[in-house]
Structures are given as structure tokens and as C-alpha cells.
């Protein structure tokens, strides 16, 4: 009897560990990719003489990407637990 809770509860603080070091390294990675996300929204400039309509497009699209991203953080959390 002891000897079977025993097992059980390694068992457990097993399966949490390997859980938590998922969950770590899917952060690491997910911090290291959204530093890229916002340095292209906050270094990317287009040049001077861009029309107004590509400048729209331009924010629209950086825009839509760091919200896509945030998005798939989401969902990557969401699947490591």
C-alpha cells in the first residue's frame, strides 16, 4: 500500500516537472519572438517618399501580424497545459 502511493506521487511530481519545463521552454521561446515582433514595429521604418496607401498597409499588416502572434501564444499555452 505505501509503497503504490509512493509510486503515485512520483508519478505525479513527474508528469508536473516534464508539464513545467514544457511550459518554460514554450515561454522562452514565445518571449525571444515577440521581442522580434515588436523590434520590427518599433525599427522598421519605410522610407520618405512611400505612398499614404502602402504606409496604411504597412501598419495594417504590422498590426495584423503582432496580432496573429498573440494569438498563437495563446493557443500555445493553451495546448502545453
Known sequence: EMAWRS???ESLRDE???QNNRFNIVMLCD???LGFSFTLVADGY???ET???MLY???FFLGLSTMLFSISLWCSIIVVR
Request: a neutral charge.
Open 16 to 18: 508536473l516537472t516534464n
Open 46 to 48: 519605410p522610407p520618405m
Open 7 to 9: 509510486e503515485v506521487r
Open 57 to 59: 498597409a504597412y501598419i
Open 51 to 53: 505612398s499614404i496607401y
Open 31 to 33: 518571449t525571444v519572438c
